[in-house]
């Protein structure tokens, strides 16, 4: 028996999140190792390099800001870039802070043990590893467990190939002359699907439910945007701090929907669909709470499906109509609805024909069968918890993580757990998270995380648990925020609605990101109130 590696902090993950803690922590003079499973720093845009692949919030916003000189150097080349761009920002801040000593790659953590008398973790790994550390962080991501194909009865006999857009082989996919299968039409559809049809001889999506998107207006970045940021970087940073989903250009306005005249509506709407984005959800303050607000805002899009797709079938069909607008993550493509003038493209609508199986030649559903050469699974994740339950988490007790959350996920800030002292969540389920714009999220998480860690550093403190109360009072404040809202009428993702069995319960806090941010704080300046410090 060797005696285990021993660190003030293990880190699972080297995405954005894993990245900015590493160098925060070690700025605290901790002792920090990262575990990655990727072969690569990057997280999300290491694994999500499927064709279109695409931030949705604009690159100048969607960027650290806690180093201005990294801020100041680095140049955007597009409006919102694109996966290999992302990526190599990623690699850049590696190799900028020197980061890359400390990050272990292909590891992936299989195991993470709190030991009650020592008052530590032992965290174990898929390549042997056993180390001892005071704290551990999961910033292993909210979208980064994918979902199995297995869910398709008959995935395993399909003779062709098939990728999930979540662990899209480095090198692409070439589809030239190949007919191909998309299964699902959300975020990662919807921006590979076009650039799948300009290859394929033929592509043949499958839409379970039809996604809201509006168009990005993607291009190359303009030097003017990017003057003005750089001249007023700071500032602008601040007030995306102050807007509930930390994205200042969504431009949320002070005006209710229905307080203006119907043509004063359309043109606001128009206006924010010809800028692109997100922008559109910002026309109005009361989109996603008022239903009556909400309904105007679904129309307009509607409209622009029936003037964009030729087809006045396929465009009913796109058409979403079971759910509010913006209460399933809104898409920004490039080109999406056109693509379905294209004659290489139809579209099968699942809920006239249910898919059956998975054949050896391609996709049946209860109508026929469509031979293929190739499917793509874009059917999503298992958000924000599914990478946590990959991992044997053990707190007090041998309480497991897995089995504490059977009934949904419960957090204290969405950054502790009742149970599992020394362990923090980065963007954890009861943060806003996947609701603001990741950038602004991660860094205030990464920061929370850090100063309380050299809080107890400078204390000698050993441990520092969020109590139950304080747990049971946040998570009955995110669901309550959450009922206010329109969000719980979607079958989302962000309820767990896609993955069978899973437990029905909205997982991030929809109060805005201010708020929280503000909360958080507090909670740290009264000595971390809602947690037990001991030591
Ligand atoms: P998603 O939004 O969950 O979409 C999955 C799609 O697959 C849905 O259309 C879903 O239909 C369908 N589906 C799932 N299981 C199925 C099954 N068994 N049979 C048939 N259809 C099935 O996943 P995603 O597109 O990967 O996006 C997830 C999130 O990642 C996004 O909401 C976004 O937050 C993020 N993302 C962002 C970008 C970006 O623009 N930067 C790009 C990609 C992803 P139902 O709706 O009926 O469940």
New binding site residues.
């Given amino acids: 028996m060797t005696e285990a590696q021993s660190y003030d902090v293990v880190v699972v993950g080297a995405g954005f999140s894993g990245l900015y803690l590493l160098h925060r922590l070690r700025e605290a003079g901790q002792s920090v190792r990262v575990f990655e499973a990727g072969a690569s720093v990057g997280g999300t845009w290491f694994w999500?390099r499927y064709p279109g692949?695409?931030?949705?919030i604009e690159s100048q916003e969607y960027a650290y800001s806690f180093s201005p000189e990294l801020d100041a150097e680095w140049k955007w080349t597009e409006r919102y870039a694109a996966q290999p761009e992302l990526l190599a920002y990623l690699n850049h801040v590696a190799d900028r802070f020197d980061l890359r000593g400390d990050i272990q790659l292909q590891t992936r953590v299989t195991s993470a043990v709190w030991d009650e008398e020592a008052r530590r973790w032992t965290v174990t790994t898929d390549r042997g590893d056993r180390v001892s550390a005071r704290h551990v962080v999961m910033a292993t991501g909210c979208?980064s467990t994918p979902?199995d194909d297995a869910?398709?009865p008959g995935s395993d006999s399909f003779r062709g190939s098939s990728w999930h857009?979540?662990r899209w082989p480095e090198g692409g996919v070439d589809f030239t002359g190949k007919t191909v299968a998309v299964?699902?039409?959300?975020?990662?559809?919807?921006?590979s699907i076009p650039k799948i049809a300009e290859q394929a001889a033929h592509v043949t999506v499958?839409?379970?439910?039809p996604?809201f998107s509006v168009p990005a207006h993607n291009g190359p970045a303009d030097p003017a945007v990017m003057a003005d940021w750089a001249a007023h970087r700071e500032q602008y940073r601040r007030e995306a701090r102050e807007v509930g989903f930390g994205i200042r250009s969504i431009g949320i306005t002070e005006t209710p929907a229905l307080t203006v005249s119907p043509e004063a509506r359309q043109a606001a709407f128009e206006e924010r669909w010809h800028y692109g984005g997100f922008a559109l959800l910002g026309a109005f303050n009361d989109l996603i709470v008022d239903p009556e607000a909400n309904v105007t805002a679904a129309e307009f899009v509607r409209g622009k499906i029936r003037e964009i797709v030729q087809d006045p079938a396929t465009a009913e069909k796109l058409s979403p109509k079971t759910y509010p607008i913006g209460t399933?993550?809104i898409?920004?493509d490039t080109g999406y609805y056109a693509t379905f003038n294209r004659d290489n493209v139809s579209l099968v609508d699942?809920t006239e024909e249910p898919?059956e199986r998975v054949t050896p030649a391609g996709v049946k559903t209860s109508a026929r069968e469509y031979e293929v050469d190739a499917i793509v699974y874009?059917?999503?994740?298992d958000?924000m918890t599914g990478a946590l339950d990959k991992i044997d988490i053990r707190g007090r007790g041998g309480a497991r993580l897995k089995d504490a959350w059977a009934g949904g996920p419960g957090t204290y800030l969405g950054l502790m757990v009742a149970g599992f002292p020394n362990l923090f969540l980065v963007t954890g389920p009861g943060s806003p998270s996947?609701l603001c714009n990741m950038a602004v999220a991660i860094e205030q998480h990464v920061e929370w995380i850090s100063d309380c860690i050299a809080w107890m550093s400078e204390r000698q403190a050993a441990s520092i648990e969020a109590t139950s109360a304080a747990q049971e009072e946040w998570v009955a404040h995110v669901n309550e925020v959450a009922e206010a809202t329109l969000f719980p009428r979607a079958?989302s993702?962000y309820l767990g609605?896609?993955v069978p069995g899973k437990p029905r319960v909205f997982m991030p806090y929809i109060g805005g990101f201010p708020i929280y941010r503000d909360k958080c704080r507090e909670v740290a300046v009264a000595g971390y109130e809602g947690c037990v410090v001991s030591g």
């Fill in positions: 999500n692949a695409r931030v949705d979208l979902k869910e398709l857009t979540g299964i699902g039409t959300g975020s990662s559809a919807i921006q499958f839409q379970r439910t996604n399933k993550r898409c920004v699942l898919i874009a059917i999503g994740f958000a996947v079958n993702w609605a896609n």
